[in-house]
C-alpha cells in the first residue's frame, strides 16, 4: 500500500503543486474537453498534476493508456489512449514508447505487459483489483472443464494473467457473442461474469452457454425497477445499458454494448435525455462531446478505478514504480488466448444485447 504522506513529501520537493488559476488559464484547452463536468477551481487544483505529468511522460518517453472508467482530469487531463478493454489491448501491441502507464485496473495492466512484453508498464495503484478478476481462478477453469468435457473455455478479458493463461481466448462485451458463436463446440463455457455470459446466451442460441458464478460489483447492483422508476420520472428518457448488468436490467434498455458501442449510440442518436447503465465516469468523459445530451442519473463507482488517481500516476512516473511483471511461461499461454480475441475480425455490426427479449435464463447447473 502506498503511503500518501510520504509520497505527498517527496511529490512537494519535486513539483509545484499549489492550486493554480494561472496555469488552469494557461491549460484551458485541456479543460475545455471537459468543461460540462469540472468545475473551474477543481480544474485549478487538477491542472499542476496534469501539468507534470504531461512533462514526465516527454521525460520517461511514457504513454498513458486509460480505460473509458478513469475520471475526467485523467481522461481528458493525461491520457493517450482512452477506450474500452478491448481497445485496449490492441493499442497495447503498438506502443512504441518505452514506458506504459496503466489507467484502470490491475488485470489491465498485466494485459498490456503480456501483449508488449519489453515495455516496462506501470501500474499507480497495485490494489486497483477487480470484483470478477477475483471471483475466478486456474483451479475453477479446470472445475469448469472437468465438469463439460471438451468445452473450449471462453474468459472475459477482466480475468488475471493466470486465468487468461488457462483459456481458450478471451472477450470483451464488444466481442462476447461473435467469439461463442465461432466456437466449433455445441457447448462453450464462459468465465466469470455470469451476467455476461446470460446476455451473450440470449443472442447465441444455437450454443449451450455455461458460465462461472461470478459478477461486476458495478452492475450488479442496478435493478429493472430503477430503470422503471426513471423512465416513469423522465417520460422519454432513452436507457443505455452495459451487457454486464443482469439480463433483465439488459431487456428494460433502449440499447446494450460495450463501452466503446455506448459511446458511438450516444454520438449517432443524440437523444436529448438519456441514462447511462454503468460506472460513473462513463457518462462525464463523453459529455463535452455531446452538449446537446442531458445525462441522468443513477449510476455506480467503481471503487477499483477510482484508485487511480493523478497524485498515484505522478508518483508511479516520478519513481518508475509501481513495475507489473507476468511470469514469462504464464505470460506466452495468456497472450495466446488474448491475440487469438484480438486477430478475429470485429463484428460487421456492432454488439446489441437489448435486441433480444427473450431466453435470458439458461437451465445450467453454476460452479
Given at each position: 500500500m502506498l503511503d500518501l504522506t510520504s509520497v505527498r513529501d517527496e511529490l512537494a520537493r519535486h513539483y509545484d503543486l499549489a492550486p493554480s488559476l494561472k496555469l488552469a488559464e494557461s491549460m484551458k484547452d485541456i479543460h475545455a474537453r471537459m468543461d460540462r463536468v469540472m468545475p473551474w477551481p477543481d480544474w485549478a487544483i487538477h491542472a499542476p498534476y496534469v501539468a507534470a505529468i504531461n512533462r514526465l511522460k516527454r521525460e520517461r518517453n511514457a504513454v498513458v493508456l486509460a480505460h473509458n472508467y478513469m475520471t475526467p482530469q485523467i481522461y481528458h487531463g493525461i491520457s493517450d489512449v482512452v477506450g474500452d478493454s478491448l481497445h485496449l489491448a490492441i493499442k497495447a501491441t503498438e506502443v512504441q514508447a518505452d514506458v506504459i502507464v496503466q489507467c484502470g485496473v490491475h488485470l489491465m495492466a498485466e494485459t498490456s505487459k503480456i501483449l508488449n512484453p519489453a515495455k516496462t508498464v506501470l501500474m499507480p495503484d497495485m490494489e486497483a483489483?477487480?470484483?470478477l478478476?477475483?471471483?475466478?481462478?486456474p483451479e475453477g477453469i479446470a472445475q469448469m472443464r472437468a465438469r463439460y468435457p471438451g468445452a473450449p473455455v471462453v474468459s472475459y478479458v477482466n480475468t488475471t494473467a493466470e486465468v487468461k493463461a488457462a483459456s481458450d481466448i478471451c472477450c470483451t462485451s464488444a466481442n462476447a457473442a461473435q467469439i461463442v458463436a465461432a466456437m466449433d463446440s455445441d457447448t462453450v463455457i464462459m468465465t466469470p461474469d455470469?451476467?455476461?455470459?446470460?446476455?451473450v446466451a440470449a443472442r447465441?442460441?444455437?450454443?449451450?452457454?455455461?458460465?462461472?458464478?461470478g459478477a461486476c460489483i458495478v452492475h450488479e447492483r442496478f435493478t429493472a425497477q430503477d430503470l422503471r422508476d426513471f423512465r416513469?420520472?423522465?417520460p422519454g428518457l432513452k436507457i443505455?445499458?452495459?451487457?454486464?448488468?443482469?439480463?433483465?436490467v439488459v431487456a428494460e434498455a433502449d440499447y446494450a454494448g460495450s463501452t466503446a458501442n455506448i459511446q458511438g449510440w450516444v454520438e449517432k442518436e443524440r437523444p436529448r435525455q438519456v441514462m447511462l447503465v454503468t460506472e460513473c465516469s462513463m457518462a462525464a468523459n463523453i459529455s463535452d462531446a455531446n452538449p446537446e445530451v442531458e445525462f441522468l442519473g443513477p449510476?455506480?463507482?467503481c471503487p477499483y478505478m477510482q484508485k487511480i488517481t493523478l497524485e498515484k500516476v505522478l508518483w508511479s512516473l516520478h519513481?518508475?514504480?509501481?513495475?507489473?511483471e507476468v511470469d514469462p511461461e504464464v505470460a506466452g499461454r495468456a497472450r495466446l488466448a488474448v491475440q487469438r480475441m484480438i486477430d478475429l475480425p470485429p463484428p460487421a455490426i456492432p454488439a446489441r444485447y437489448d435486441l433480444i427479449k427473450a431466453r435470458h435464463h439458461v437451465d445450467v447447473e453454476l460452479i
Open positions: 483489483g477487480c470484483s478478476a477475483e471471483s475466478i481462478t455470469k451476467w455476461l455470459a446470460q446476455n447465441v442460441p444455437q450454443k449451450r452457454v455455461v458460465w462461472w458464478d416513469d420520472w423522465h443505455i445499458a452495459h451487457p454486464e448488468c443482469p439480463p433483465e449510476c455506480n463507482m519513481s518508475m514504480t509501481g513495475v507489473v
